[in-house]
């Protein structure tokens, strides 16, 4: 994964993967339970470095939270490495002895990648599929057949030289299984190559993008106390010059704030609303992150609220605004809220009762712009949330802040992740962080710009224009699903012929 993307390493990692599953039948464990075990360390091997980073968040307030760091780092990879071992142990169900068990192996883990991706509200992240996102002719890909289909097509061609081992006295052409591997991968790397070449990125004309990378720290951004001080560095910030031909937030016509970028409700501020009009000049509009109360009668004390994005017009009123549908656990709210809250626990964020998620996914008119999907963190990692069939958007947006987990891996797989769903869609994709990586990357996946991990600044940009649907945002999931049904109806016969 990113940043390293070393996947080379999956073609001893995923063929060691094989012949565990083929020793599963030997020894006092036999057969499926002995192969889901073996999922499960494979798994759990697997989601503890990927996952480390998300222990930072639990120092932020480490006099609260720390504790529960232990649980951070090997509980949730304990839990995830569950969908690795069902995947095995369905595997282990279809098993051949030949080369064809490759095919078992890949459609099996596929299921149980896309089980992890979706129950108790899903977490995909650094699903096996992202492997073959680097170069970024190999992505392209994912226009075709999406997340879970390149889950299914890395997985059977990283296993695939397990087969030369096997002899021709378990298959007859050993060869077959990783020639056809090989010959998949180029093809996939001239196709990406070809797409590439052909589409250049084009632009939306009369559209000038600010994003304002603030780098904040935690401890800033959501105590009161610091709300002059922040507002002062967003203004500042927003208003620097960079060069002759950007030479201030006038220069733009959006500007862009992170996620819940301030310490208070910015709709309740007045003062902070005039400020943000003050700042903004005619034709400029904002589009912001902020936590918002929900509508009640003056004088009523807030004890839940949402996570939200506000396009505000250049008079400091609200021209639009999303609620965030897809909430993290544990972070904005906990599971069993109510009962768990009673006993003294609480998430990250710290808002009593937790989060309220919004109503529906939606598009939000820009002035000046294509409308934009707006996705508030990791939101974004979830491409079974982007497709909208209707009134398609021009490009989407992504506030998050990643100031969560300090410099390490987590913002460099959120950033490769957030571009994986701009070409699936076929529409630019422009992210404000915290502290980073924001970026603004066109509909097959390039960046345009971009802004490190941990700096403080602003990027400015032109909006790049979407382009036309791509297969999979027209069919969605229905190619991964089709390979996944072929791949078991195929094992399921040479099976069959093998034990007749």
């Known amino acids: 994964m990113a940043p390293f993307n070393a996947w080379p390493i999956l073609f001893v990692t995923f ?37 480390y980073w998300i222990g930072y968040a639990f120092l932020v307030d480490a006099e609260t939270f720390a504790w529960l760091l232990p649980a951070a780092i090997c509980g949730l990879p304990a839990y995830l490495a569950l969908y690795t071992a069902l995947g095995f142990a369905l595997a282990r169900l279809l098993w051949t002895r030949d080369a064809s068990r490759i095919l078992a192996l890949a459609a099996s883990l596929t299921i149980g990648e896309w089980l992890r991706g979706h129950m108790l509200t899903g977490f995909p992240w650094n699903a096996f599929g992202y492997a073959l996102t680097e170069p970024l002719a190999l992505a392209q890909t994912m226009s075709l057949v999406g997340l879970w289909g ?26 077959l299984a990783p020639a056809l591997a090989l010959s998949l991968l180029i093809a996939m790397g001239v196709y990406g190559a070809i797409r590439l ?33 922040v507002m002062s560095k967003y203004l500042a910030l927003s208003d620097r010059s960079t060069g002759p031909e950007n030479s201030g937030v006038g220069s733009a016509n959006i500007l862009i704030w992170p996620e819940s970028a301030f310490p208070f409700f910015l709709s309740r501020e007045a003062d902070a609303m005039a400020q943000i009009a003050d700042l903004l000049p005619k034709g400029t509009v904002l589009i912001t992150g902020a936590v918002r109360p929900p509508d009640q009668p003056p004088g009523t004390r807030v004890t839940r609220a949402y996570n939200s994005i506000f396009v505000i017009d250049h008079d400091g009123t609200f021209l639009s605004v999303y609620d965030k549908l897809h909430l993290v ?68 947006v992504n506030l998050t802040n990643d100031g969560w987990f300090g410099i390490s891996t987590g913002p460099y797989q959120h950033l490769q ?39 403080e600044g602003v990027l400015d940009a032109r909006l790049p224009a979407a382009i036309s649907p ?25 099976r069959n012929k093998t034990t007749n």
């Open 15 to 51: 063929p060691i993967a094989i012949w565990l599953i083929d020793g599963a039948a030997a020894g006092k464990m036999r057969g499926i339970p002995a192969a889901a075990m073996a999922g499960w360390w494979f798994g759990f091997g697997y989601f503890v470095p990927g996952l």
């Open 470 to 494: 791509t297969p999979y945002s027209k069919i969605g999931d229905l190619p991964a699903a089709i390979c996944i049904s072929l791949a078991i109806v195929f094992v399921v016969r040479r």
């Open 150 to 175: 390149m889950t299914f097509i890395a997985i059977a061609i990283f296993a695939s030289p397990a087969a030369l081992i096997d002899g021709r006295s378990r298959t007859q052409r050993p060869w």
């Open 197 to 229: 070449g052909n589409t250049p990125t084009q632009f939306v004309a009369n559209v000038k993008l600010r994003i304002m990378q603030p780098a904040i720290s935690q401890d800033k951004r959501f105590n009161y106390s610091a709300k002059a001080d």
């Open 329 to 396: 656990p544990f972070g904005e709210y906990l599971p069993f809220q109510n009962l768990l809250e009673k006993i003294g626990l609480q998430q990250l964020t710290k808002v009593h009762g937790g989060f309220i998620p919004g109503a529906r996914r939606k598009a939000m008119d820009v002035p000046g712009a294509p409308s934009m999907l707006p996705l508030i963190c990791y939101e974004a990692v979830f491409p079974d949330d982007i497709v909208i069939q209707k009134d398609r958007p021009g490009w989407m």
């Open 417 to 455: 992740q957030s571009r994986m769903r701009a070409i699936e869609e076929g529409l630019p994709m422009v992210r404000a962080a915290n502290t980073g990586i924001s970026a603004v990357i066109d509909p097959l996946g390039r960046s345009v710009a971009e802004l490190g991990l941990g700096v």
